[in-house]
T-cell receptor, first 110, second 114 residues
């Protein structure tokens, strides 16, 4: 069974600060997705990384896939209250049976 | 292009009853997966359907079942509801099976069992 561990589990910061959340596994994944979920809503796909060492940027968000494709990180620059949410990483196998981490709950205070 | 639509959004049922949840995937998507999300367990995979066939199944009891229709719409059914079945049930659609395919989620159905 492929497991994904996310850290930290909870993160509370002030607006304008930078942060990094991590997604780690002992298994190799063919791809990895990052999602953001707001309370009572479904996860929204942010990015997919597929190549070891790949870096993708989405405005203030930077995603990196580890060289060995076993880990990933999400860095947010100058966090805003609108970034508040649950950040989930998911590793593919078959898309229909992605393995999800338990998530990092981020709170950005104004 | 419309997103994934789940109905109903909210549902309250009594222990012992059964419930059916519906999911309409993104047009053209043939793969539909179902997940249960609870605060303590996170996102747990229930099952996946592709072209009307169940392709994968998670570790849930037989009270949880599903099906997919020829238009790719999917339903999941939970029989003999238990208090522990209270959760957010999420449906995700993908354009195809296979590695690296992204899943797009609906808003979920919040089921409360009392």
């Amino acid at each position: 069974t492929q497991l994904l561990e996310q850290s930290p589990q909870f993160l509370s910061i002030q607006e304008g600060e930078n942060l990094t959340v991590y997604c780690n596994s002992s298994s190799v994944f063919s791809s990895l997705q990052w999602y953001r979920q707001e309370p009572g809503e479904g996860p929204v796909l942010l990015v997919t990384v597929v190549t070891g060492g790949e870096v993708k940027k989405l405005k203030r968000l930077t995603f990196q896939f580890g060289d060995a494709r076993k880990d990933s990180s999400l860095h947010i620059t100058a966090a805003q209250p609108g970034d508040t949410g649950l950040y989930l990483c998911a590793g593919g196998g078959n898309a229909g049976k992605s393995t999800f981490g338990d998530g990092t709950t981020l709170t950005v205070k104004p | 292009k419309a997103g994934v639509t789940q109905t109903p959004r909210y549902l309250i049922k009594t222990r012992g009853q059964q419930v059916t949840l519906s999911c309409s995937p993104i047009s053209g998507h043939r793969s539909v997966s179902w997940y249960q999300q609870t605060p303590g367990q996170g996102l747990q995979f229930l099952f996946e359907y592709f072209s009307e066939t169940q392709r994968n199944k998670g570790n849930f009891p037989g009270r949880f079942s599903g099906r997919q229709f020829s238009n790719s719409r999917s339903e999941m059914n939970v029989s003999t509801l238990e208090l522990g079945d209270s959760a957010l049930y999420l449906c995700a659609s993908s354009s195809r099976q296979g590695r690296g395919t992204e899943a797009f989620f609906g808003q979920g159905t919040r089921l409360t069992v009392v």
